[in-house]
């Protein structure tokens, strides 16, 4: 079956411009997370989706972080006024359950690159 | 806080010689302990997971984990390796009644033929 896509898959933005980054989780999946990966690290959780609910959002470096998932499937994560530290590869990852060792699978990532 | 350190960014072994890969967690509660393996361009796929029911982990592909609490570790091994196992790895904790990853650093593996 199909897995998580993401979109785009590359993004190049200048300096101040606004993007958005949308995640299509697998079908039926209640929990839908938002991973940062910068260049040689590992991932560091964002954000997280219990269905349309947004149940933690500690790890949103600023305020021009913000994502959203109205209808508690498809998740648009946006950033506003890009800046050359927003450079990183963004991964999206759904569950089945809300557990604590369910399983996350993971889409294949946007690579944003702000010039 | 928890977290978790991965020893050696890079490790480079012969095809056919064992995979050994370092992960030392910090917690203070009974984590649970995943190892997730990222292929370049692709996005991460579990290899294995520790939920507190046996101390060895066997995964996909041949891997397996031990948990050692005495230790705090969590290495992840390989008999054999092969060509297709050229990838990164990356060992990650979840807190007991949380659920987001915290991930260590990565290891990158190159395998010689």
């Known amino acids: 079956g199909a897995g998580v896509s993401q979109s785009p898959r590359y993004k190049v933005a200048k300096r101040g411009q606004d993007v958005a980054l949308r995640c299509d989780p697998i079908?039926?999946?209640?929990?839908l997370f938002w991973y940062q990966q910068a260049l040689g690290q590992g991932p560091e959780f964002l954000t997280y989706?219990?269905?349309?609910?947004?149940?933690?959002k500690s790890g949103l470096p600023s305020d021009r972080f913000f994502a959203e998932r109205p209808e508690g499937s498809v998740s648009t994560l946006k950033i506003q006024r890009t800046q050359q530290e927003d450079s990183a590869v963004y991964l999206c990852?759904?569950?089945?359950?809300?557990?604590?060792?369910?399983?996350?699978?993971f889409g294949p990532g946007t690579r944003l690159t702000v010039l | 806080a928890q977290s978790v350190t991965q020893l050696g960014s890079h490790v480079s072994v012969s095809e056919g010689a064992l995979v050994l890969l370092r992960c030392n967690y910090s917690?203070?509660?009974?984590?649970?302990l995943f190892w997730y393996v990222q292929y370049p361009n692709q996005g991460l796929q579990l290899l294995l997971k520790?939920?507190?029911?046996?101390?060895l982990v066997k995964g996909i592909n041949d891997f397996e984990a031990e948990f050692k609490k005495s230790e705090t570790s969590f290495h992840l091994t390989k008999p054999s390796a092969h060509m297709s196992d050229a990838a990164e790895y990356f060992c990650a904790v979840v807190k007991a009644a949380g659920n987001k990853l915290t991930f260590g650093g990565g290891t990158r593996v190159l395998v010689k033929p």
């Open positions: 079908s039926g999946h209640v929990s």
């Open positions: 520790y939920t507190s029911a046996a101390t």
């Open positions: 990852a759904s569950s089945s359950g809300t557990g604590d060792y369910n399983e996350q699978f």
């Open positions: 917690s203070s509660v009974p984590p649970y």
């Open positions: 989706f219990q269905n349309e609910a947004q149940l933690d």
